[in-house]
């Protein structure tokens, strides 16, 4: 990297610290009674209590679900994300889908409640809606590839792949 490179590099970090409430979790600060994987190799960080397994994130428009990608903001209102999870334990969760711009930038993050299941199904399904009519995707012509990437509860890695999709004018 050029001298150039690392000075825009370390002039980002000095003008965008993390909040407290940004920060990832230490996780050495928590109690847990054994479960947590935090501590065991190769388990990657977040909660392991948490630990889920998340299928792919699907992404179609609310009110036409068989619809195909690209999304037309003329055709669009809403987009819906649609996963399934399955957790280890009994617990409610709460997912939450970071949605990122075609620029990279975090445009927006949305929380679903996944509710506690029955012991005999750990496996929910979750979904949640983004506005596309009337918002600044239409307003600041943000088209092109976006990225939606979920998350359970307060893990600092994603609980799957980011999914990608297209909305173009």
Request: net charge negative; aromatic share 8%.
């Amino acid at each position: 990297m050029t001298k150039t490179g690392c000075l825009l590099v370390w002039a980002t970090v000095l003008a965008f610290p993390l909040n407290a409430d940004q920060r990832p979790p230490d996780p050495a600060q928590h109690e847990h009674n054994g479960q947590c994987g935090h501590d065991q190799p190769g388990k990657g960080g977040g909660h392991g209590r948490h630990r889920s397994v998340c299928g792919a994130v699907l992404v179609s428009v609310a009110e036409r679900p068989r619809a195909q990608e690209p999304f037309s903001v003329r055709k669009t209102l809403d987009l819906q994300f649609r996963m399934r999870v399955r957790t280890r334990d009994d617990d409610g969760h709460v997912v939450t889908f970071h949605v990122f711009t075609p620029q990279g930038h975090l445009y927006q993050q949305i929380q679903v409640a996944d509710p506690p299941e029955d012991e005999d199904d750990r496996v929910s399904r979750v979904s949640a809606r983004l506005p596309v009519a009337g918002t600044f995707i239409v307003t600041s012509s943000l088209f092109g590839r976006w990225r939606v990437v979920p998350y359970i509860d307060d893990d600092t890695e994603p609980c799957a792949a980011a999914s990608v999709f297209r909305i173009v004018e």
